[in-house]
């Protein structure tokens, strides 16, 4: 138990569609990043927040967008769905900057999107 | 060039044996570095994170870090059926903004 929590569990939606996936970090880490994982795959980094700012991006379209709020939770917005955004989307929390030891990432369970 | 490398396996090795995961990156301004565990249909549970040169032990595990040669490696003794899984290894940089890149992943049996 991270006590990393994320919602829905699962999702269905079709192709063009808009989500939004939750997520809520574990109380006092100002870090959160969300990934994407295929089946098969290692997770990909979409992008970071510290503190309510991205600071941090992977490889993904400008449809893919985020928000963090001063409560320790935070959104992964993905608009114009395609049948290729089908996957496990997981957030990670951490308490600090990258290259501290208190940079260790903690995932919740996940939100599998499956696009029609 | 992969930015975080790892075999693919599967990695078959007997109850009772060690099993050593490797892991090359190609960032050279990475700092911190981890070892996660996955089960099927489960999230990234972390194992380890090491941040210096030289070995960090924490129980049955032991992970390896030479940042000359961008090379990290995950040992577990006395290898378990449980241990079964994939292992993650993930590498955090703030090289162009702050990011995490994970392997894809070394698929792990260990025979009972």
């Known amino acids: 138990e991270t006590g990393v929590t994320q919602s829905p569990t699962h999702l269905i939606k079709t192709r063009g569609q808009q989500v939004t996936l939750r997520c809520s970090s574990q109380s006092g880490h100002n870090t959160v990043s969300w990934y994407q994982q295929a089946l098969g795959q290692g997770p990909q980094f979409i992008f970071q927040y510290y503190r309510e700012e991205e600071n941090g991006r992977g490889n993904f379209p400008p449809r893919f967008s985020g928000l963090q709020f001063p409560n320790y939770s935070s959104e992964l917005n993905v608009n114009a769905l395609e049948l290729d955004d089908s996957a496990l989307y997981l957030c990670?929390?951490?308490?600090?900057?990258?290259?501290?030891?208190?940079?260790?990432?903690?995932f919740g369970p996940g939100t599998r999107l499956t696009v029609l | 060039q992969k930015e975080v490398e790892q075999n693919s396996g599967p990695l078959s090795v007997p109850e009772g044996a060690i099993a050593s995961l490797n892991c090359t990156y190609s960032d050279r301004g990475s700092q911190s570095f981890f070892w996660y565990r996955q089960y099927s249909g489960k999230s990234p549970e972390l194992i380890m994170s090491i941040y210096s040169n030289g070995d960090k032990e924490d129980g049955r595990f032991t992970a390896q870090l030479n940042k000359a040669s961008q090379y990290v490696s995950l040992l577990i003794r006395d290898s378990q059926p449980s241990d079964s899984a994939t292992y993650l290894c993930?590498?955090?940089?703030?090289?162009?903004?702050?990011?995490?890149?994970f392997g894809a992943g070394t698929r792990l049996f260990v025979k009972a």
């Open positions: 990670a929390s951490s308490l600090g900057p990258a290259g501290t030891s208190t940079d260790t990432q903690y």
């Open positions: 993930a590498v955090r940089s703030n090289t162009g903004g702050f990011k995490t890149i």
